[in-house]
């Protein structure tokens, strides 16, 4: 059986149309782990970050983040990986599911510039482990090539 970041890079390589890449990556990532209970990618548009696509419970109440707002703004401002173990415990954290716990959010940057970034939330408190983080952070490598084919 392939492994998660097996099956990202064929998707990447072998399919043309960006969106769906964007798409099949969100839900593939959601289905292989247990406590990536939501998994969106948010794409950067004139200052602001907007959910293209998700997989999980709806797209919550925060489809468009400002650079620098919340977790994901911070993430898309710094250009790092942010992880947060217990969600309740940040000011920053802006709440788009009252179950979430806490959340990894993995920029996408291109050759020059953040283009987007992937946002996990868990509803277990302190989920994610370094294998998660270097995962996510090789998988927004890969769609960092599909967003540059879809500008």
């Known amino acids: 059986m392939k492994s998660v970041l097996e099956r990202i890079r064929e998707l990447v390589k072998e399919e043309e149309d960006p969106d769906s890449v964007l798409h099949e990556v969100t839900r593939i990532l959601r289905d292989s782990c247990d406590h990536f209970d939501w998994v969106g990618i948010y794409l950067l548009e004139r200052g602001s970050l907007v959910l293209n696509v998700y997989s999980g419970e709806g797209a919550g ?33 802006l709440s788009c599911f009252p ?43 890969g769609l960092s090539v599909v967003l540059d084919r879809k500008s």
């Open 99 to 141: 179950s979430t716990r806490s959340e990894m959010v993995v920029p996408i940057i291109g050759a020059r510039r953040v283009l987007g970034e992937l946002d996990i939330d868990s509803d277990t408190v302190d989920a994610f482990s370094e294998a998660d983080k270097a995962l996510l952070e090789q998988v927004a490598n």
């Open 61 to 93: 109440t925060h489809p468009v983040i400002d650079v620098g707002e919340g977790i994901c703004g911070l993430a898309a401002k710094v250009g790092r990986t942010i992880v947060v173990p217990d969600v309740r415990g940040d000011s920053r954290f």
